[in-house]
């Protein structure tokens, strides 16, 4: 794993000496991405600097070395990410006559496109992957990244140059880099509690979409983005081509691609191991590890004096069923808040998924033992287990000949309750039916038991309902959960909620939370789940193989119900997070009270601070839980703290 940047002076104005300086400062603002190593090459004549920060993985020695020449010659490159299948792609390669100097999948690569060509060799490589390009005999630039977007790439083109970089911290480095801060983009964030895709945070500014290469040159009027993978080509290949065995014929094949893909993410020159939480995804990538170890597999999870967040007991328990080297670490209320101050330094735009700080956490835990760590993220999205798809279909049957009056008057009801007597009625269930955060889940279906299907979905994704009443001149863009087209491609509701959460949720929130988190500490995070072979196979599956019998990831469960009992498996849903709501009126009060001053919200005019403290003064008052739209506007204020020089 590493840390890119670079730029292309399109006129060729920048000196060697200026352009190495600028690259090296670029990428030595990333230099935690990768702390082993660090680079830079320039062609001043052609106008292209790139700079590369190494945390090495994979051939350690100086043949691993970036930025890397290809054998040819033709090609360079700045590189972030793993590409598993690195080792099947090379004899053909030698075959064909590539001489290989070491065995990094950089040169697997590199071979590749002198080869094949760089958009052929794309289709067949299998990894997770961010890298710059510069092709030396046509004089271009390829910016490109992985299928689901698991690896960052940002990048702006300004008075002739196209800037790039793994984060914004990069960007910030050169000298074009002058930024205002895109009030349609905090309007999104409020929101989402992320900035979707292609926007950023700041104008002009732009993240390059999963699946997409951008091509540059002298020769091009203007950059040139193209998509080589589209999740709507294999939701229609899927639907085309079913999968049509039985359900133990798919067990067999999901385990079979599993194995494989697991084994070839346990491909390292480094110590690795898993982040284990006692969930289905965790529990099914450390068992398909250590099933392929000859040694127990490293695990790493934490837990909390709360019990009602605490999931370490679940994560201990399948760790000692399947005798792995387990390391766990509790943390207090003090550790947590702790990072609360370093997130805008971790995130470098405004996050607000509050579960970055136990992933945060667990990352620097596995940090001290490994170098690189196998997660079980990307599972609900694949397999669909997040409960508002299960709430979803329970809806669309129970609902589907329901009055729309006698919905908009159960919905006010559950709506009148006050979320914590709601989790204390919840209390009153036996353990196994127990629902987590019982109030804030009922609340949200009470928003949309009058909603259409695709305002049910918006309804459920938002933190802030009409965001733009709360950013004085800022216009929502209407992207991919607002498109009535997603209807014709995907008409199934729960389909279409798992393509819209692949397509936003996973790359925007997930996938930048993980690989922010674990390259804050110089650890590489890896996905198997999200290999896009399992994704295409997932997408074959019928809804039954994914979802039966009030459960999700059906067909994941039955593979890892063959290396761990149900019995330690079968629980309610938690999710990885912590409580924020109490905090927030408690430990973390003056924090925020600091942050939410109307003085400080209305700073540059971007915030009406009027709902916001409304919301604040509800929330403290135990009337309602809104710790989520306030978490969000908290990120929000606590990024502008941190950046504010660098914006206007």
Known sequence: MCGIAGFLDLNSRTSAENAEAVARRMADA?????PDESDVWCDAGSGIALGHRRLSIVDLSATGHQPMHSACGRYVISYNGEIYNAAALRPELEAAGVPFRGHSDTEVMLAGFAVWGVVPTLSRLAGMFAFALWDRGERCLYLVRDRLG??????????????????????????????????????SFLRFGYVPSPQSIYRDVQKLSPGHVLRVSAALPAPEIETYWSLDHVVAQGRAAPFAGSD??????????????????????????????????????????????????????IGFAEQSYNEADHAKAVAAHLGTDHHELYVTAADAL??????????????????????????????RHVTVALSGDGGDEV???????????GLRQRLQNAPPALRQLSGKILGGIPAPALDWLSSMLPQKYRPSHAGDRLHKLALVLNESDDGYYRRLVSQWWQPE????GGHERQGLAFDDRVKDRVPDLVDRMQYLDTRTYLPDDILTKVDRASMAVSLEARVPLLDHRVVEFAWRLPQRLKIRAGQGKWLLRQVLYRHVPQTLIDRPKAGFSVPIDEWLRGPLRDWAEELLRP????????LDPGPIRQ??????QRRANWHYPLWAVLMLQAWRERWRATAR
């Open 469 to 472: 009443c709360l950013v004085p």
């Open 338 to 367: 702790a990072v609360v101050p370093r997130l805008p330094d971790f995130y470098d735009e405004p996050f607000a998924d509050a579960s970055q700080i136990p992933t945060c956490l667990v990352s620097a835990l596995s940090r």
């Open 599 to 606: 003085e400080q919200l209305s700073a540059d005019g971007l």
């Open 150 to 187: 698991i690896k960052p790439m940002y990048w702006f083109c300004r008075n002739g140059h196209l800037v790039f970089g793994s984060e914004l911290k990069a960007l910030h480095a050169h000298p074009e880099a002058h930024f205002e801060i895109d009030r349609d983009a905090v309007t």
């Open 383 to 393: 397999f669909a287990g997040y409960t508002r798809y299960l709430t979803a279909l």
């Open 615 to 620: 919301r604040w003064d509800d929330h403290l």
């Open 30 to 34: 990333v230099a935690y991405r990768g």
């Open 248 to 301: 133990e014929d798919a067990a067999s094949e999901l385990e079979r691609l599993l194995t494989d893909v697991v084994g070839e993410h346990m491909v390292s020159d480094v110590p690795l191991g898993a982040l284990l939480s006692g969930g289905i995804d965790s529990s099914a990538v450390t068992a398909l590890m250590q099933a392929q170890s000859n040694r127990p597999v490293r695990t790493f999870s």
